[in-house]
């Protein structure tokens, strides 16, 4: 997740010192639209991906999609440089639907991933702790950037450090990964049928049909739709566009840019570690059932950022130290949404988590496309705090409305059609799991 994030934030960070002139370094005069095209591009292909890749992950396993796609992600990445400069904005564009094309398989993948490995009593921490990964990933990547930068390599130097370190991770996750605890040496007999009696997916058949008609007549499916909307846009929207907002309206430099829109990601990956064994604690101990936690978690994950939105929307140059702030918090709290809607899907459907992820990831990452676009079309002058505000209020009622619709329809135990293809003898879980513990669980 650290290194697939590092894929596609690059080009986040990266466009500021691209459009500015820099000794010894290129750049290039694309205006306020076609940067937003450039960074809705990844988009692209990342939507187009996702049930493609659900599928082919389902068919040969989340190891060899996830291995092989990083890499070749990996390999494109390093030729950033070469086709801004050989061709203009729209071979750039192009690119970055590749590049997102093969980071499509990160989320489906690694939901196939999970259901197969995470026992149901941890699934919040461990979760989270894997998907963390893209937020430290953020962070860091943003936090170096301005290093990098400024040192010999230029800003070129981003794309050949992320693209090498992506294919080196490629070839060490192929060799050593496996997509269930049945395909490894790694752990003992014991542990193996653990694992598996307590995630509720061993033993179901690649072939089996998927119950589409079952899921997309399901009312709680809906409510994670929405929730899995709510905070793609929120989060896609200031990944995108907080280096510029920083740069043009904060008027940070290049370095201090970097830090700075790194510092929400240090915090909401802090936070991921905090939030979810709490989450966690509240459930095996019978203080709330599953499904009230996940929507507990999702509420303040998109409500309190929503709230700091608004805020942050009267911010002004002045007021540099309180905007920053109100970023900070806006960003860190999305890590409670992933005690929410993120390991919804597994709580829904341990045996088709990987192919409801894909269905979900596809309809928020439309919006995704959407939202570079929309800050495009809005701020026609990028160090105008009246543009940005109206870009801050429409994400905050964004926010406002899906993580609403999560409240009224969203559910977190299994559901029937979960187990439509398996046996007999199949170990699934049962179906009301929202009040068993972990002793339930053991016997």
């Known amino acids: 997740m650290c290194f697939g994030y590092f ?44 049930m ?33 400069d050989k ?22 993948c690694m939901h196939t991933l999970l259901a197969k490995w995470v026992p149901h009593q941890e699934r919040g921490f461990l979760s989270c702790l894997v998907y963390s990964g893209a937020q430290f990933g953020t962070a860091f990547l943003l936090a170096i950037s301005g290093n990098i930068f400024d040192s010999e390599m230029g800003w070129p130097g981003i794309f050949y450090v992320t693209g090498g370190i992506g294919i080196v991770w490629s070839l060490v996750f192929l060799i050593f990964g ?33 119950p589409w008609k079952a899921m997309f007549t399901s009312a709680c499916f809906y409510g994670l739709i929405a929730a899995h909307c709510g905070f793609t846009w929120g989060f896609y929207t200031l990944l995108t566009e907080i280096p510029t907002y920083m740069a043009n309206v904060l008027h940070f430099n290049v370095k201090t840019n970097a830090l700075l829109s790194a510092l929400p990601y240090f915090v909401m990956w802090m936070l991921c570690l905090v939030v979810s064994p709490i989450a966690d604690t509240l459930i095996n101990r019978n203080i709330t059932s599953i499904t009230a ?54 709580d829904l459907s341990p045996n088709f988590a990987g192919l409801m992820m894909g269905v979900t990831n596809m309809v928020s990452n439309l919006l995704s496309i959407c939202t570079p676009l929309v800050v495009g079309a809005i701020v ?14 429409i994400t905050a009622g964004v926010y406002l409305l899906c993580n609403g619709l999560f409240l009224v329809f969203g559910k977190a135990t299994v559901q029937p059609w ?18 068993l513990s972990v002793t339930d669980f053991h016997s």
């Open 7 to 50: 894929l596609r934030v690059n080009i986040s960070a990266a466009i500021v010192p691209m459009t500015q002139p820099t000794a010894g370094q290129p750049f290039y005069d694309w205006d306020p639209s076609k940067k937003s095209l450039i960074l809705s591009s990844f988009f692209w292909g990342y939507v187009a991906c996702q």
């Open 52 to 84: 493609p890749a659900s599928l082919m992950a389902k068919r040969f396993g989340g190891k060899l999609v996830l291995g092989v796609s990083t890499c070749v992600g990996s390999i494109l990445t390093i030729l950033n440089p070469l086709v801004a």
């Open 87 to 108: 061709g203009d904005w729209q071979y750039v564009c192009a690119l970055r639907v590749l590049i997102g094309f093969t980071q499509g398989t990160v989320y489906p």
């Open 178 to 210: 496996a997509d269930t605890p049945r395909d490894t040496k790694f752990i003992s007999e014991a542990e193996r049928k653990y694992v598996e009696c307590s995630t509720g997916s061993d033993n179901q058949p690649i072939n089996a049909a998927v």
């Open 293 to 346: 936690s996940r929507k507990i978690f999702n509420t303040i994950g998109q409500w309190v950022p929503m709230v700091c939105l608004i805020a942050l929307g009267y911010m002004t140059e002045d007021q540099k130290t309180t905007a920053t702030a109100l970023l900070t918090i806006a960003v860190g709290f999305n890590a409670a949404s992933f005690c929410g809607y993120l390991v919804n899907h597994m």
């Open 380 to 393: 026609v002058d990028e160090e105008s705090p009246d543009e940005w505000r109206i870009v801050f209020f």
């Open 418 to 435: 979960n187990n439509v293809n398996t046996s007999a003898s199949t170990t699934t879980l049962p179906n009301n799991t929202d009040s």
